[in-house]
C-alpha cells in the first residue's frame, strides 16, 4: 500500500513537471527551426536570425510547411538612430525564404504576399542563435 502510494506520487510530480514545462515551450513560442515562432491570419511565421543571412519559414494552422512558389515578400528593418531599410526575401529551397539579415534593428516588419491575401508580422530584435 506504501508503495503504490509513492508511486502515485511519484506519478503526480512526473506530471506537473510535463506540462509545466509544456507551457513554457508554448509560451516560448519556437519554431522547428529554432527560429522565433508568430500567428498572423491562418498563418504561423518563423524567422531564424543568427547569421548574415536570415530564415523565414510559413506554416499553415497545422504546422505544415507552405510551399513558397507562388510567394513573396520582403523585411523592413526599423533602427533608433537611422532611417528604415527593407530587404527582399529570396527563394530559400521549396519552403523557406532567405534574405540579408541585420544585427543592428530594433524591430522588423516581415510582409508576405500570398495567393489568398498579404500578411504582416511584427519582430522585436531578441533572437537567439541556434546551431543544426
Request: hydrophobic share 40%; charged share 15%; aromatic share 14%.
Amino acid at each position: 500500500m506504501v508503495i503504490l502510494n509513492i508511486l502515485r506520487l511519484f506519478a503526480h510530480i512526473l506530471l506537473i513537471c510535463f506540462f509545466s514545462f509544456s507551457l513554457k515551450a508554448q509560451q516560448a513560442k519556437i519554431g522547428p527551426h529554432g527560429g522565433v515562432l508568430k500567428i498572423s491570419s491562418n498563418y504561423k511565421v518563423e524567422m531564424v536570425a543568427c547569421s548574415e543571412n536570415f530564415e523565414i519559414y510559413i506554416f499553415d494552422t497545422f504546422m505544415n510547411p507552405v510551399l513558397n512558389s507562388n510567394i513573396s515578400g520582403s523585411v523592413i528593418y526599423r533602427y533608433k538612430d537611422k532611417p528604415d531599410k527593407a530587404e527582399k526575401l529570396y527563394h530559400w529551397g521549396i519552403e523557406g525564404f532567405s534574405l540579408k539579415g541585420d544585427d543592428n534593428f530594433t524591430n522588423c516588419t516581415l510582409t508576405v504576399y500570398t495567393s489568398e491575401a498579404p500578411l504582416s508580422v511584427n519582430f522585436e530584435n531578441n533572437f537567439n542563435c541556434v546551431s543544426y
